[in-house]
Nanobody, 128 residues
């Protein structure tokens, strides 16, 4: 059974760091496009970052460029989202998603519907 499980969320202070993990079972994650999305209370879901399985190209939301890094560990079958210099506006539930056919493009942030597999989400709170 294909499944994604996120972990690593929690409470962080402004300026701090967290690393989110997304471990896949039932399929080979490096063969899939992987995206990270988040939803803050009272707001719509937004794309945070994604990585293409075809060429390894990474895309980031403008609000996280230079602070967040998406990566995949092939051996661990796990995707990561390293989040540095966290801000209160980064607070939300973070979800990872994967799809075997989707090819990210510059409109990637609007393509959440393209992903077949979703994790359950991990909450992140940035507060002093």
């Amino acid at each position: 059974q294909a499944q994604l499980v996120e972990s690593g969320g929690g409470l962080a202070q402004p300026g701090g760091s967290l690393r989110l993990s997304c471990t896949a079972s039932g399929f080979i994650l490096p063969h899939f496009a992987v995206g990270w999305f988040r939803q803050a209370p009272g707001k719509e879901r937004e794309g945070v970052a994604c990585i293409s399985s075809r060429d390894g190209r990474r895309y980031y939301a403008d609000s996280v460029k230079g602070r967040f890094t998406i990566s995949i560990d092939n051996a661990a079958n796990t995707a990561y989202l390293l989040m540095n210099n966290l801000r209160p506006e980064d607070t939300g539930v973070y979800y990872c998603a994967a799809d075997p056919l989707y090819a990210p493009d510059p409109q990637w942030a609007d393509d959440a519907g393209e992903y077949e597999h979703w994790g359950q989400g991990t909450p992140v709170t940035v507060s002093s």
